[in-house]
């Protein structure tokens, strides 16, 4: 049973940083792609970010390229969010979320696990 544990949102003011992690367990995730994805209060879901488990190659949305970084810690089955120059509008909950195979990988509906979320807020 494949469970994503998120952790280390919290209150930052703009221009902060904060890294989450996410921590998988249940399965190997050779082939798999780590997503993070952010939803604010009234607006759908959205598409942060993603890494490849085996390969390492990451994407990003335009909106948090240059400022977000994803990586993965394979010993420690562990998925990083470094978040930094955070704005207001960064503000949402934070999910982790793991998907099998390597298309789609922007794709909420293509990500058949997902954590908790955890609640980032940037003040101004």
């Known amino acids: 049973q494949v469970q994503l544990v998120e952790s280390g949102g919290g209150l930052v003011q703009a221009g902060g940083s904060l890294r989450l992690s996410c921590a998988a367990s249940?399965?190997?995730?050779?082939?798999?792609?780590m997503g993070w994805f952010r939803q604010a209060p009234g607006k759908e879901r959205e598409f942060v970010g993603s890494?490849?488990?085996?390969?390492?190659?990451?994407y990003y949305a335009d909106s948090v390229k240059g400022r977000f970084t994803i990586s993965r810690d394979s010993a420690k089955n562990t998925v990083y969010l470094q978040m930094n120059s955070l704005k207001p509008e960064d503000t949402a909950v934070y999910y982790c979320?793991?998907?099998?195979?390597?298309?789609?990988?922007?794709?909420?509906?293509?990500?058949?696990?997902w954590g908790q979320g955890t609640q980032v807020t940037v003040s101004s």
């Open positions: 979320a793991a998907k099998a195979g390597l298309v789609g990988w922007w794709v909420v509906d293509e990500y058949g696990y």
């Open positions: 249940g399965r190997t995730f050779s082939g798999y792609a």
């Open positions: 890494i490849t488990w085996s390969g390492g190659i990451t």
